[in-house]
């Protein structure tokens, strides 16, 4: 069966710390994979998303990056942080017409 | 521009009683999908039900049903013999890009949803 890992679950980090998160997928091939951020009690904002390896389509213009490495491995990176970038950050993954499945999440807090 | 909208931040449904959620989108995407996801105060995102823009009935999974018309854009999520456990956010979310193969995800603001004892 398919899975995704999400990892850390909770992050606290300092302003202009680096960040990375990373999230994998198992259990299927060539997924499409997505990154999310959710400002609390708020909706979730499409940020990266990829159809295959090395091919990264930014959705909104920010501090952050993305890449993939591997197949199935979507990483969430910054070189500074700022405290907007504060928030829930989700991994998601689809193949085709699917519905998306969701990591657990990581909460970022920037301090 | 917004391509989902959720007009309602907040709901509050009685115990038993049925509740409609709130969804428009736009698109010009010919195929698209529509979904919701339930999101307890968790964080997961729980998928309920999935309409595609070509299916010609409203989908249904156990207590939830999509009122989806197609002519005004709408996907309404209807929850019959509400629980406490349905107290979420909820979210619509469209999956658009089917043609161009990129299969983005959209999703709204959510509405909050409390079910009264």
């Known amino acids: 069966s398919q899975t995704i890992h999400q990892w850390p679950a909770t992050l606290v980090q300092p302003v202009g710390s680096p960040l990375s998160l990373e999230c994998t997928v198992e259990?299927?091939?060539?997924?499409?994979l997505y990154w999310y951020r959710q400002a609390a009690g708020r909706g979730l904002q499409l940020l990266f998303y990829?159809?295959?390896?090395?091919?990264i389509s930014s959705e909104v213009p920010q501090n952050l990056s993305a890449s993939r490495p591997q197949d199935r491995q979507f990483i969430l990176s910054s070189k500074k942080l700022l405290l907007s970038d504060s928030g829930f950050y989700l991994c998601?993954?689809?193949?085709?017409?699917?519905?998306?499945?969701f990591g657990q999440g990581t909460r970022l807090t920037v301090v | 521009a917004q391509k989902i909208t959720q007009t309602q931040p907040g709901m509050f449904v009685q115990e038993k009683e049925a509740v409609t959620l709130d969804c428009t989108y736009d698109t010009s995407d010919p195929s698209y999908g529509l979904f919701w996801y339930k999101q307890p105060s968790s964080g997961e995102m729980i998928f309920l039900i999935y309409?595609?823009?070509?299916?010609?009935q409203n989908a249904t999974e156990g207590r939830y049903s999509l009122n989806f018309q197609k002519a005004r854009k709408s996907a309404n999520l209807v929850i019959s013999a509400s629980q406490l456990g349905d107290s979420a956010m909820y979210f619509c979310a469209m999956r658009e890009g089917l043609i161009s193969g990129t299969y983005k995800y959209i999703f709204g603001t959510g509405t909050r949803l409390k079910v009264l004892a």
């Open positions: 998601a993954w689809s193949v085709a017409r699917r519905k998306a499945f």
């Open positions: 309409q595609g823009s070509y299916d010609q």
């Open positions: 990829s159809v295959g390896i090395g091919q």
């Open positions: 259990g299927t091939s060539n997924p499409n």
